[in-house]
């Protein structure tokens, strides 16, 4: 798919990917919690939006390719004798989520457009890990995964221009990777994707 998202408005720190080798056991952990619920994110949406019938073939791909993310994730878990442990709040997700309007058509919109901005984010860090880690099959897992995260920042703004106009799409994408930027900067650094 040609690119449809656009480009974040900050880079991660190349610092922060240190502590994440440091701790990629926990690290692990979190990352296959994103993946599911990513997976059931897109489910939902399904179940809220059924008079948007247009996105729904790419919500379910969506959320197969992100459950079978998980069973990846999982099954490194699994060989390294790591545990799921349950959800803890994400800061990142939390305050985007309070960026979104409350109209159900801009909620909608805003929905789409944050998702698109996650999902590059997790692109962006996912390419920063691969670079960082030394075993090659694990580097080549998140090179993989980098790509495919990229590609859903793309679907998610596709999905959008299903319903809206360029114009209503890209100004407020904008604004919101401005959020999105601003929320990471002020993030502390966990063992985490966000
Ligand atoms: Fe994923
Ligand atoms: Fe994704």
New binding site residues.
């Given amino acids: 798919m040609a690119k449809k998202s656009i480009d974040l408005l900050s880079v991660t720190d190349p610092d922060w990917v240190n502590g994440i080798i440091e701790n990629f056991d926990t690290f692990l952990a979190d990352h296959a919690n ?2 599911r619920k ?1 997976s059931s994110l897109a489910m939902s949406m399904v179940v809220r939006y059924p008079d948007r019938p247009k996105i729904i073939p790419a919500l379910v791909e969506l959320a197969q ?2 459950l079978e ?1 998980f069973g990846q994730v999982y099954e490194l878990m699994e060989k390294r004798g790591v545990s799921l442990i349950k959800d803890e709040p994400d800061p990142y997700v939390n305050q985007l989520g309070k960026k979104m309007r409350h109209g159900r058509t801009d909620r909608f919109l805003d929905q789409l457009l944050v998702s698109s901005l996650i999902e590059c984010r ?1 692109a962006e860090r996912f390419r920063l890990i691969a670079e960082a880690l030394e075993e090659p099959d694990l580097k080549q897992f998140y090179k993989i ?1 980098a790509g ?2 990229a590609k ?1 920042g793309n679907v998610f703004v596709d999905m959008a221009l299903h319903y809206f106009s360029e114009d209503e799409v890209y100004p407020r994408l904008q604004e919101l990777a401005e959020s999105e930027a601003e929320i990471v900067a002020g993030l502390e650094w966990r063992a985490s994707l966000h």
């Fill in positions: 994103c993946e990513a390719e992100e993310h997790g995964l495919t995260e859903h």
